[in-house]
């Protein structure tokens, strides 16, 4: 009996001993993957995808008498997308009637419709440069100093249930996101120091069918 009792304290003992071993590597193998992360990558959820962006604006004042554009159309540099009435006004001619694209893009905002009357230098739609479409991370001043331009990164775009596309770093902001603006006091008057963020331009391999201003994460190698 006693020889039976020993026999089930080894086994415990042994089972305890290899449960606990079990844990170790776990708990080895959380600390070494967050290590591994932290040493060679940078990441951050604070990106949305975005684009150069350039209004379409009239030359003269006048209504606009053809105005046949969507937004999705694509649209090539010095196409003309609308038309204005000429007027007696001294500005006012043939060709500065003519609204034309500023660049090759795409129209992701119309903002006129035929008819209406316009000032000169109204905007009428605004182009999306599609091929310098990019995702502007926002990076924590403390991890900036690590961010180089040319580092290659992953990025999960939300739109497409975090789908994976790559891109590389391709410039650094030289002011934070509240750099122009910032308050260093609180409602009282005292200084408040505020965690600034750095904006960091990444550019895409891939850029069809991206809807600007959708969310984004990107996880960016360092080392």
Request: glycine residues 8%; hydrophobic residues 40%; proline residues 1%.
């Amino acid at each position: 009996m006693v020889n039976k009792i020993v026999s089930m304290i080894k086994k415990y003992k042994i089972a305890a001993i290899g449960i606990l071993v079990g844990i170790a590597v776990i708990v080895c193998g959380i600390i070494s993957y967050f290590w591994y992360e932290n040493t060679y990558y940078v990441s951050t959820k604070d990106a949305v995808v975005g684009a150069d962006l350039v209004n379409v604006n009239t030359q003269i004042q006048g209504k606009l008498l053809e105005f046949d554009l969507n937004e999705g159309d694509e649209v090539n540099k010095d196409e003309i997308l609308a038309r204005q009435e000429v007027t007696n006004t001294p500005d006012s001619s043939i060709d500065s009637s003519l609204v034309r694209a500023p660049i090759n893009g795409i129209v992701v905002k119309k903002q006129s419709t035929q008819g209406e009357f316009k000032l000169a230098g109204q905007t009428i739609a605004t182009v999306a440069d599609e091929d310098n479409i990019y995702v502007t991370a926002n990076i924590d001043e403390k991890e900036i100093e690590n961010i180089k331009v040319g580092q290659a990164v992953t990025i999960k775009l939300d739109e497409f249930n975090g789908k994976k596309v790559n891109g590389k770093v391709k410039s650094i902001g030289l002011v934070s996101q509240n750099g122009l603006n910032q308050s260093s006091k609180d409602k009282n008057g005292k200084f408040e120091k505020v965690n600034q963020k750095v904006p960091v331009k990444i550019q895409l391999n891939k850029t069809k069918g991206l809807v600007l201003g959708t969310n984004a994460s990107v996880k960016i190698r360092v080392k």
